[in-house]
């Protein structure tokens, strides 16, 4: 049996294999953040082609922390019938399914002000964020427990935090973009600060499987690596976060030689440095390179992202090439021909 088709189990979750479809934005919500016809049809599409586990895309626990202003939203109760629809649709069909609680700092485009931890903005056309109080940090920490007690009751099986890609958890991880004297900069233990009290708050109200996604490598002199990101994960470990999804790049404009693969050893370093399982993401569109990177122990889970929106049964192609016998939506026996 390919490993890629075996079970994974984290705090009683089994997927029924490891592949995940990474969060990727959809940008087609109205303004209000509410779940459309398209996520209806979009994320159980993926479910019925045979994928493990489905997060859905960043979803701002706050308004003003929007990528876009087409992003999911979880910062209303309002937003959880949609959310609940989109997860019964998934799990009718066999899958598992998560969601990335977000906020995207300095990197929001929505009108009004946005925050960062200091009052520098992305780049030379990006909007200068407003560096946040002490209070506001505590606002949205509390945003981010609010959005995983909506979570748990839309019947997610998996939280994700985003920590990565240059939004706003990540910008306090960086000393590229966190340049506090307080309580929240300097010292790596400070930085991380604002992320241990998002992970001890929204494990005080969830106690499913928690992962963080992060951005190992700032490709930029003074920034972070993945050796330095092993500290940070054994903290998160302790505060038993169950897998970093470990991803890289896009705190600050940067040049990065992107090919299959390029990410893979940031999650092998992490996963052994820190003894945590791990998720391996970055142009990973090869079943044979998937079945790899979890065969050598380099990753726990294969995150795919655009494979999986040119080919929503890409777990059926990677079965065909691996020779591994998974079960066909009984629709669709007559049209899989499966390894017997």
């Given at each position: 049996?390919?490993?890629?088709?075996?079970?994974?189990?984290?705090?009683?979750?089994?997927?029924?294999?490891?592949?995940v479809?990474?969060?990727m934005?959809?940008y087609?919500s109205?303004d209000?953040?509410?779940?459309q016809?398209?996520h209806?049809?979009h994320?159980?599409?993926r479910?019925?082609?045979?994928?493990?586990l489905i997060?859905?895309?960043?979803?701002?626990?706050q308004p003003?922390?929007?990528?876009?202003?087409?992003?999911?939203g979880?910062?209303d109760?309002?937003?959880?019938?949609?959310?609940?629809?989109v997860?019964?649709?998934v799990k009718?069909?066999?899958?598992?399914?998560?969601?990335?609680?977000?906020h995207?700092?300095?990197?929001a485009?929505v009108?009004?002000?946005?925050?960062?931890p200091?009052?520098?903005?992305?780049?030379a056309k990006?909007?200068?964020?407003t560096?946040?109080?002490?209070?506001d940090?505590?606002t949205?920490?509390?945003?981010?427990?609010?959005?995983?007690?909506?979570?748990?009751?839309?019947?997610?099986?998996v939280?994700?935090i985003?920590a990565?890609?240059?939004?706003l958890?990540?910008?306090?991880?960086?000393?590229?973009?966190?340049?506090?004297?307080?309580?929240?900069g300097?010292s790596?233990?400070?930085?991380?600060?604002?992320?241990?009290?998002?992970?001890?708050?929204?494990r005080?109200?969830?106690e499913g499987?928690l992962?963080?996604?992060i951005s190992?490598?700032?490709y930029t002199?003074g920034?972070?690596?993945?050796e330095?990101?092993v500290?940070?994960?054994?903290w998160m470990?302790?505060?038993?976060?169950?897998?970093i999804?470990v991803?890289?790049?896009a705190?600050v404009?940067?040049?990065?030689?992107?090919?299959?693969?390029?990410?893979?050893?940031f999650?092998?370093?992490?996963?052994?440095?820190?003894s945590?399982p791990?998720?391996?993401?970055g142009?990973?569109t090869?079943?044979?390179?998937?079945e790899?990177i979890v065969?050598?122990d380099?990753?726990?889970?294969v995150?795919?992202?655009?494979e999986?929106?040119?080919?929503?049964?890409w777990?059926?192609?990677?079965?065909?090439e691996?020779?591994?016998?998974?079960?066909?939506?009984?629709?669709?026996?007559r049209?899989?021909?499966?390894?017997?």
């Open positions: 049996m390919a490993k890629l088709f075996e079970p994974f189990t984290l705090r009683g979750v089994t997927f029924n294999n490891r592949i479809m990474a969060p934005c959809m087609s109205n209000d953040g509410k779940v016809d398209w209806k049809i994320y159980p599409t479910a019925i082609g045979g994928v493990g997060i859905v895309e960043a979803t701002g626990v003003e922390g929007r990528i876009s202003a087409r992003d999911l979880i910062w109760d309002n937003h959880i019938e949609g959310l609940s629809e997860v019964r649709l009718a069909n066999g899958a598992k399914i998560g969601i990335q609680l977000a995207a700092g300095r990197k485009t009108d009004g002000t946005i925050y960062a200091s009052a520098i903005p992305f780049d990006s909007k200068t964020p560096e946040m109080t002490i209070d940090i505590k949205t920490v509390q945003a981010f427990k609010d959005g995983a007690i909506r979570a748990k009751k839309a019947g997610f099986d939280i994700e985003h990565a890609h240059g939004y958890l990540n910008e306090f991880l960086s000393p590229l973009s966190n340049k506090r004297t307080d309580a929240y300097g790596a233990e400070n930085r991380y600060r604002i992320l241990r009290e998002v992970l001890d708050e929204v005080a109200v969830w499987p992962f963080v996604r190992a490598h700032d002199e920034g972070m690596t993945a330095d990101y500290e940070m994960a054994e470990k302790e505060q038993t976060v169950d897998l999804d991803s890289s790049g705190v404009p940067a040049k990065i030689d992107a090919y299959p693969g390029y990410q893979v050893p999650s092998e370093t992490i996963k052994q440095g820190a945590i791990t998720g391996a993401v142009l990973i090869s079943p044979l390179h998937a790899e065969k050598n380099r990753a726990d889970l995150f795919l992202a655009r999986l929106l040119r080919n929503p049964y777990p059926y192609t990677a079965a065909v691996l020779k591994a016998t998974i079960e066909a939506p009984v629709q669709y026996e049209g899989w021909h499966l390894p017997r």
